[in-house]
């Protein structure tokens, strides 16, 4: 990683740049793909799967059989794991149901919001060099709560033509049972456009590497929505004098072990922890198993000392992170003042991969510079905000004067007659 000291503010857009490749390249790239699946459908599916994937594909959707199989072949410790994860995320995304309030606005003028679920969803799940069994609980719980009435599930298959038993069985858990082999920008296009097996979908949701990105992008362009632009991992630690270099150091690797284009930053007040953390990540990083991988996201990777405690602040919020750590006193105080973030940990105790897995908060963020704009996946997320209201006889006169003197002076006459033929009559 490299060390950097006191860096002035104008310096920070090149310092804190992501190691992206360039989105126009990605798209040229990926264009071919979605056109191809959306005229070939499920051919081009099986024809990128062996290409790909190294695979022959049969038929794309998961069998009844193999689901079956794959929930016997789960380990009851991971089950375990699995249905407790589950259980919090309920727990948290069910708080965030909201019951319907009528509001008066004038005498006899009655206005309300009903959440509706999204009828069709589609669900992308990585499987590639770690099958993120954890993301579906993090998008099918809330698409089952939602209600969302259709929810497709697509996963790259492995060498062998079958999709990893915990994705299976996560599914299974969830109630979620239209799976397909499929895996990158095909997978999106297949959801997008529809094929003879694989369902079109209204919007998609899913994490995956800028292929994936790009094509959740492209779609987007055609009507399909989607969560959110949500790439390579990273995360922002914020360590002061307090904090435990080893702690640090373990929540560093543990994003840049998601892939090589992963980023992780560490910021610090006190210039004593560069060497201390950077020794912490050598000591860890030789017992990763993912150690090459780890090792080529903290060659894009940064160690970072400011002043104070604003500084480091101001520095965070303009790098908008996906993940932000606070290992500093008083954490719960500084995190007043975050305002660019996917998601924020608190205090020294408080791992990032706990809300990677199973806290109940959700691990779907906005990468890459979007948590400025963007929140992460919620039970929002899937449904729609409908508005409905009734006027009575008695509050269309009251509104009614109103009405008719703005739509005349935006000139808009038929407007101002929809009023004033109910008036007189």
Same mark, same amino acid.
């Given at each position: 990683?490299?060390?950097?000291?006191?860096?002035?503010?104008?310096?920070?857009?090149?310092?804190?740049?992501?190691?992206?490749?360039?989105?126009?390249?990605?798209?040229?790239?990926?264009?071919?793909?979605?056109?191809?699946?959306?005229?070939?459908?499920?051919? !081009?599916?099986?024809?990128?799967?062996?290409?790909?994937?190294?695979? /022959?594909?049969?038929?794309?959707?998961?069998?009844?059989?193999?689901?079956?199989?794959?929930?016997?072949?789960?380990?009851?410790?991971?089950?375990?794991?699995?249905?407790?994860?589950?259980?919090?995320?309920?727990?948290?995304?069910?708080?965030?149901?909201?019951?319907?309030?009528?509001?008066?606005?004038?005498?006899?003028? $009655?206005?309300?919001?009903?959440?509706?679920?999204?009828?069709?969803?589609?669900?992308?799940? @990585?499987?590639?060099?770690?099958?993120?069994?954890?993301?579906?609980?993090?998008?099918?719980?809330?698409?089952? $709560?939602?209600?969302?009435?259709?929810?497709?599930?697509?996963?790259? +298959?492995?060498?062998?033509?079958?999709?990893?038993?915990?994705? $299976?069985?996560?599914?299974?858990?969830?109630?979620?049972?239209?799976?397909?082999?499929? *895996?990158?920008?095909?997978?999106?296009?297949?959801?997008?456009?529809?094929?003879?097996?694989?369902?079109?979908?209204?919007?998609?949701?899913? @994490?995956?590497?800028?292929?994936?990105?790009?094509?959740?992008?492209?779609?987007?362009?055609? *009507?399909?929505?989607?969560?959110? +632009?949500?790439?390579?991992?990273?995360?922002?630690?914020?360590?002061?004098?307090?904090?435990?270099?080893?702690?640090?150091?373990?929540?560093?690797?543990?994003?840049?072990?998601?892939?090589?284009?992963?980023?992780?930053?560490?910021?610090?007040?006190?210039?004593?922890?560069?060497?201390?953390?950077?020794?912490?990540?050598?000591?860890?990083?030789?017992?990763?198993?993912?150690?090459?991988?780890?090792?080529?996201?903290?060659?894009?990777?940064?160690?970072?000392?400011?002043?104070?405690?604003? /500084?480091?602040?101001?520095?965070?919020?303009?790098?908008?992170?996906?993940? $932000?750590?606070?290992?500093?006193?008083?954490?719960?105080?500084?995190?007043?003042?975050?305002?660019?973030?996917?998601?924020?940990?608190?205090?020294?105790?408080? +791992?990032?991969?706990?809300?990677?897995?199973?806290?109940?908060?959700?691990?779907?963020?906005?990468?890459?510079?979007?948590?400025?704009?963007?929140?992460?996946?919620?039970?929002?997320?899937?449904?729609?905000?409908?508005?409905?209201?009734?006027?009575?006889?008695?509050?269309?006169?009251?509104? *009614?004067?109103?009405?008719?003197?703005?739509?005349?002076?935006?000139?808009?006459? !038929?407007?101002?007659?929809?009023?004033?033929?109910?008036?007189?009559?």
């Amino acid at each position: 990683m490299q060390f950097i000291k006191y860096p002035n503010s104008e310096s920070w857009p090149e310092i804190l740049q992501r190691p992206t490749q360039s989105l126009a390249e990605i798209e040229q790239r990926v264009l071919p793909i979605l056109a191809e699946v959306k005229q070939h459908g499920d051919a !081009a599916l099986k024809a990128f799967a062996r290409q790909y994937d190294g695979v /022959e594909i049969d038929d794309l959707k998961v069998a009844e059989t193999e689901i079956n199989h794959a929930v016997a072949g789960v380990s009851e410790e991971l089950k375990t794991a699995i249905q407790t994860a589950k259980s919090n995320i309920e727990k948290f995304h069910a708080k965030q149901q909201t019951a319907v309030e009528v509001v008066e606005t004038t005498p006899g003028v $009655l206005c309300w919001r009903k959440s509706v679920g999204i009828e069709k969803v589609g669900l992308y799940i @990585p499987g590639g060099s770690a099958p993120l069994f954890s993301t579906v609980l993090m998008l099918a719980v809330p698409a089952k $709560l939602a209600g969302c009435g259709e929810i497709i599930l697509c996963s790259p +298959p492995d060498k062998t033509g079958k999709i990893h038993p915990a994705i $299976l069985y996560a599914a299974h858990l969830c109630g979620v049972t239209k799976i397909f082999k499929a *895996g990158g920008a095909q997978a999106i296009a297949a959801m997008a456009y529809g094929t003879e097996s694989v369902p079109q979908v209204y919007k998609i949701f899913g @994490p995956g590497n800028q292929y994936v990105t790009a094509a959740k992008q492209l779609v987007s362009k055609n *009507g399909v929505a989607i969560d959110m +632009p949500a790439g390579p991992s990273e995360v922002l630690v914020i360590g002061d004098d307090e904090a435990r270099p080893d702690f640090i150091a373990a929540d560093l690797l543990s994003q840049a072990e998601h892939g090589p284009d992963s980023q992780v930053i560490f910021v610090t007040t006190d210039e004593a922890y560069l060497n201390l953390v950077h020794f912490a990540l050598d000591e860890q990083l030789k017992q990763l198993p993912r150690k090459e991988i780890a090792e080529q996201a903290l060659a894009n990777s940064k160690m970072i000392v400011v002043k104070d405690m604003e /500084e480091a602040l101001r520095l965070s919020n303009f790098y908008a992170p996906e993940h $932000l750590i606070l290992q500093v006193r008083d954490a719960e105080e500084v995190a007043q003042h975050v305002v660019n973030a996917g998601s924020v940990f608190l205090g020294h105790y408080t +791992p990032e991969s706990a809300g990677d897995y199973a806290s109940g908060t959700n691990h779907t963020l906005p990468t890459n510079g979007y948590a400025t704009a963007f929140s992460g996946v919620s039970l929002d997320s899937f449904v729609k905000k409908i508005t409905f209201q009734k006027i009575s006889r008695e509050g269309l006169q009251q509104l *009614g004067g109103t009405i008719e003197i703005m739509a005349e002076n935006e000139e808009l006459f !038929a407007h101002k007659n929809a009023v004033s033929i109910r008036i007189k009559q």
